[in-house]
């Protein structure tokens, strides 16, 4: 029997309803701003963008797999495809690239074609050590551990920080088997 | 082969979008909701959350203004009153949430006061308020937004969200009232 056929990401995109990129983007600003302010600490700025991003990815993952009929990823890599073909594209209306695969098949690098958090965005000197785009390592981090995949998710290049594209590492930790929530013999 | 040197790509350098680029709006929702959760931590009551989402719109409507002046309306800038109003109902309102506001009331009661008035704020589409927050409007933020574009065009404004119930609509309306300074009423009057 043929399984339901997965939607691209464009398909579902063009069919979710929309908002202007420029109102996220701005939004995210103040966002990154406010923790500046109240946090001082770029590194604390950073794990708290982190965290903010994994509360999005636990929720994010439904949404996902509700309106994108993926089915069941039979290994790392055809996950890492589906987060930078369908996902990405999906909520942000980018696609990503998926290269640098380790031998084993377990770490991968996502290449961000253009990235709608960092328009109009300059980092000051203060703020060297800031990962502008935290929140999206987050995201992944959160969506995957919620399908059972621990991972870990950091930035490799970052055009902020003068690199020349938005690289995201996803290292496949472990995979966590679910947890069958009652006892068998209740 | 030489090292590559790091570039740092000048902002102002790149040529500007032409603002036609979207994001889902459930991408949107969550970042919404991330904000307002975070600020919840931040403080000990509803007046001071309303304060710091406001001041956090307030910041998206300054750049909001400079962006849309120097797109939309070729650097020129809004003099009179009812120009900057109807920039902010029709110009913000259309780049920012897709549509122009439902409504621009000039206040009965008092001659500083208008009010731009939505059925559903896109902010408040995914938020419910519990019952003991009280009248806490996650539109404050849509507020800053407005007192943001309001205070920088020359404006100054005091800029609440406030809920209005309509009958025969289970969800109640959002009005975002601007009560305008002094100074520009009079300059309004002196302009005639």
Avoid at chain 1, 137 to 165: C, F, P, Q, Y
Avoid at chain 2, 171 to 189: G, H, N, Q, S, Y
Wanted: hydrophobic fraction near 40%.
């Amino acid at each position: 029997m043929a399984p339901a056929v997965p939607r691209s990401g464009d398909a579902i995109f063009a069919n979710v309803e929309r908002v202007n990129a420029e109102l996220f983007t701005l939004t995210y600003g103040a966002i990154v701003r406010q923790l500046l302010t109240d946090l001082e600490e770029v590194e604390e700025v950073n794990k708290q963008l982190d965290q903010m991003g994994y509360n999005i990815g636990i929720r994010l993952i439904d949404e996902f797999l509700a309106k994108s009929n993926v089915t069941r990823c039979v290994d790392f890599r055809e996950t890492a495809e589906v987060i930078a073909k369908v996902g990405f594209k999906m909520f942000l209306g980018v696609t990503a690239s998926v290269t640098n695969w380790d031998t084993e098949g377990t770490s991968c690098s996502l290449i961000l074609d253009d990235n709608p958090l960092v328009d109009f965005v300059e980092l000051p000197d203060t703020c060297q050590g800031l990962y502008y785009c935290n929140i999206l390592s987050g995201v992944v981090r959160g969506a995957l551990e919620m399908v059972s995949m621990k991972t870990e998710v950091t930035w490799i290049r970052d055009m902020l920080r003068g690199d020349d594209a938005f690289e995201l590492q996803v290292k496949l930790l472990k995979q966590v088997p679910e947890e069958y929530p009652y006892k068998d013999d209740e | 082969m030489i090292g590559k040197m790091k570039q740092y790509t000048n902002v102002l350098d790149k040529p500007l979008s032409k603002g036609r680029q979207e994001v889902s709006l459930s991408g949107f929702a969550y970042l919404f909701s991330e904000l307002v959760q975070y600020n919840q931590t931040q403080v000990d009551n509803i007046g001071e959350l309303e304060r710091r989402l406001e001041d956090a719109g307030y910041a998206v409507g300054v750049r909001v203004l400079e962006l849309l002046c120097h797109r939309e309306k070729g650097n020129r800038r809004e003099t009179r009153l009812l120009g900057i109003l109807s920039f902010v109902h029709s110009t913000v309102w259309k780049v920012l949430f897709g549509k122009v506001a439902d409504s621009l009331e000039k206040g009965t009661e008092h001659e500083d006061e208008y009010m731009i008035s939505e059925k559903e704020l896109l902010v408040n589409r995914f938020i419910s308020v519990p019952k003991d927050m009280g009248s806490f409007n996650c539109g404050a933020f849509v507020a800053g937004i407005v007192r943001g574009v309001l205070d920088n065009a020359g404006f100054p404004a005091v800029v609440t969200a406030h809920f209005v119930p309509v009958d025969g609509q289970q969800r109640p309306r959002t009005t975002i009232l601007i009560k305008f300074a002094e100074e520009v009423l009079r300059r309004e009057a002196r302009l005639g």
